[in-house]
């Protein structure tokens, strides 16, 4: 089955980066799209970022453009998320999403989650 196992969260300031990575094993991951989403304390999980199996198509929230690259390795089976200008409102919990249609688009072909790494970002 698929496994998703994310790292790399943790505790930031304003204004500082972190770098998300995840892990892939159980598909067959360079046909596979990749995406991050999150989800904070009360609030319903929302779709940051999307890449293509080919890589070539990437997709982000408004809230996250210019700030947030996601990008991926498919010779290690891995998706980073280059998360900068960090900002309070991006804490959360943040999964790592597989989508087998391989377009990467937000919605709902993101069926298969991790367990998920926090991120807080302090004011």
């Known amino acids: 089955q698929v496994q998703l196992v994310e790292s790399g969260g943790g505790l930031v300031q304003a204004g500082g980066s972190l770098r998300l990575s995840c892990a892939a094993s159980?598909?067959?991951?360079?046909?596979?799209?990749m995406g991050w989403l999150r989800q904070a304390p009360g609030k319903e999980r929302e779709f940051v970022a999307g890449?293509?199996?080919?890589?070539?198509?990437?997709y982000y929230a408004d809230s996250v453009k210019g700030r947030f690259t996601i990008s991926r390795d498919n010779a290690k089976n891995t998706v980073y998320l280059q998360m900068n200008s960090l900002k309070p409102e991006d804490t959360a919990v943040y999964y790592c999403a597989a989508d087998r249609t391989g377009w990467g688009k937000p919605g709902p072909s993101f069926n298969s989650w991790g367990q998920g790494t926090q991120v807080t970002v302090s004011s």
């Open positions: 890449i293509s199996w080919t890589a070539t198509s990437t």
């Open positions: 159980g598909l067959t991951f360079s046909t596979y799209a």
